[in-house]
């Protein structure tokens, strides 16, 4: 095929003559003699037939691999966010934005407790693998970023921003270790602290054993009275 | 010949430039006036060349004259703006606590010499900029390093010695006349040349 194609230009340029004017195809059989008579003798090409979707497939899996940088890098943010004992991280849709609007949102986040941080989903899930948090790979779907914060009540901090800007959209949290949906997050938001969660959760705990208490008290005094009743039947 | 002249008629095309609405310049404190090439840069925005070129001058009144500020214009539709002056440019800021005027022209040169202590001092001042607030000071500072590197300044962690410094900048002027000097023939030569 490719020689078919070269021949014609070779030929141009041998004899100037001009490309403009269209060749007969078929050519003459005297010139197709006159071609394979002058044709230099090669060794026969064995040419090999792909099957369709394998290039796709075999680029796809070339896509899955991670390169040295890629897993150093990986590395490098675990190491980042254990160091930094982060306690909070969200997982956002990233749209596109100008870079400078970026980086003022970058730098207003980190005045706030907040880390923003878009490293690509390849390696995120490296970074998230083996962890209690790699059940959020099925989130890692398109464009993300992550927002990472040390403390649980920036929580509200976090929605309270993302809810700002108009690039950025929280799809869930994690908290430590254990994932929160947003109808949940948006709950925590409005409480005016997570002390107050505590407390309500304390007073919860508390009731349960004043009830076990008080459940138990009434059988050891319903005891007596109940073994009087009997021993007087049976006089 | 009809088609011709209208050929001959017919005008070019204009292509019209939509420019953004932030313009980022730098503009020598003082010094902003209506020549080139900011006078285009604002009219083509459709802004009052004359009346920014006075509003900057008397901003920068506090500036040693000549000094080069990156600004950034913000144009409003209805042709007002918003002026954000910055603190001057770090390579300048650089070059005047190394003292020298000319960056490095060949790789692995070295132009000048500073300590961490200056790095530390100017980050300061660049942390002012609106684009650098929340930066931590570290982060400025390596900055400022990757800067140095670009321009040929060696930064060190111990002070410096007055009179080594003395020699190398000595050694440093007389190596600059001689590249100045290289860079003049060669423009006069091609000024000369006919062929």
């Not at chain 1, 890098?73 to 990233?94: G, I, K, P, S």
């Not at chain 2, 939509?18 to 840069?41: D, F, V």
């Not at chain 2, 009219?43 to 004259?65: D, I, Y």
């Amino acid at each position: 095929m490719l020689n078919r194609s070269l021949r014609p230009l070779a030929n141009v340029q041998v004899r100037s003559v001009s490309s403009k004017y269209p060749r007969p195809t078929p050519r003459h059989f005297k010139r197709r003699v006159f071609e394979a008579a002058l044709q230099p003798e090669l060794p026969p090409t064995v040419s090999n037939c792909i099957p369709p979707g394998l290039i796709k497939k075999e680029h796809t899996e070339k896509s899955k691999e991670y390169s040295d940088v890629e897993i150093a890098l990986a590395n490098l943010v675990r190491d980042w966010m254990v160091r930094e004992e982060f306690r909070v991280l969200a997982v956002c849709q990233f749209l596109p934005v100008p870079g400078r609007t970026l980086w003022f949102a970058k730098n207003q986040l980190k005045s706030k407790g907040i880390e923003f941080r878009s490293y690509g989903n390849k390696i995120l899930k490296k970074v998230l693998e083996n962890t209690p948090m790699s059940s959020l790979d099925s989130v890692l779907v398109g464009n993300n970023a992550i927002l990472l914060a040390k403390d649980v009540s920036s929580l509200k901090t976090i929605l309270q921003e993302t809810d700002k800007l108009n690039w950025i959209e929280p799809l869930i949290l994690m908290v430590d270790s254990r994932i929160v949906d947003m109808v949940q997050a948006r709950d925590l938001a409005k409480l005016s602290s997570m002390e107050d969660l505590r407390a309500h959760t304390v007073q919860i705990l508390g009731q349960q054993v004043a009830q076990i208490t008080i459940s138990l008290d009434s059988a050891t005094r319903h005891l007596p009275s109940l073994l009087d009743a009997y021993a007087s039947q049976k006089k | 010949m009809a088609s011709k002249g209208a050929a001959r008629v017919r005008k070019k095309e204009i292509v019209k430039v939509i420019h953004g609405a932030l313009l980022r310049t730098n503009i020598k404190a003082q010094m902003a006036s209506a020549a080139p090439p900011l006078g285009p840069q604002l009219g083509q925005r459709g802004l009052n060349v004359a009346n920014f070129c006075k509003e900057f001058n008397k901003e920068t009144g506090h500036f040693k004259q000549g000094v080069p500020l990156p600004t950034r214009i913000t144009v409003k539709p209805d042709r007002s703006y918003d002026l954000e002056i910055c603190t001057p440019t770090t390579t300048w800021l650089l070059k005047q606590a190394a003292g020298i005027g000319r960056g490095k022209a060949d790789k692995d040169e070295i132009v000048g010499k500073l300590t961490v202590k200056h790095l530390y001092e100017i980050a300061k001042v660049k942390s002012r900029d609106k684009a650098l607030q929340h930066v931590e000071l570290e982060h400025i500072c390596r900055m400022l390093i990757k800067t140095c590197r670009t321009l040929g300044i060696q930064v060190q962690y111990h002070d410096l010695d007055p009179v080594e410094l003395k020699e190398f900048l000595v050694a440093r002027k007389e190596k600059v006349d001689a590249q100045l000097k290289e860079l003049a023939d060669k423009k006069a030569a091609k000024m000369l040349r006919t062929t």
